[in-house]
């Protein structure tokens, strides 16, 4: 996650030298920004945690859930917004498709260790 964070964080930062100044291409970086937030809250939250500890763990197993629910939304929002940019966003389509997974599959979702 870290490393598609950073890339993240690149990309808006040439985006917006690109002089972004109408309504929607704005919006878009300010997105890819919460979007990037959130990603780099997740191993944070992992950090020193086995993958059999945070099974155990409902508070962690949520928040980690959530920030990728908030990245994947602003994401979405930058696909709708700014389809250049969303291109250049390393695991975009991933990020989104998961977050629906989150959003919408919670019946079909199992988690299972090893």
């Known amino acids: 996650m870290r490393c598609a964070a950073t890339t993240i964080l690149v990309v808006v930062a040439a985006n917006q ?4 100044s109408v ?27 086995s993958l059999q500890a945070y099974l155990a763990d409902d508070l962690r197993q ?9 990245a994947g939304d602003a994401l979405g929002q930058v ?13 975009g389509l991933l990020i989104v ?6 959003a919408h599959g919670y019946a079909t979702t199992r988690r299972r260790a090893g």
């Open 23 to 49: 309504g929607p291409q704005k919006l878009a970086p300010n997105s890819v920004t919460w979007a990037l937030r959130a990603l780099e809250r997740v191993p944070r939250f992992l950090a020193g945690r």
């Open 79 to 91: 696909r709708k917004l700014d389809l250049d940019l969303f291109a250049r966003v390393p695991e």
């Open 17 to 20: 030298q690109g002089g972004c």
């Open 62 to 70: 949520s928040a980690v859930e959530r920030q990728l629910e908030v």
């Open 97 to 102: 498709a998961f977050r629906n997974v989150l």
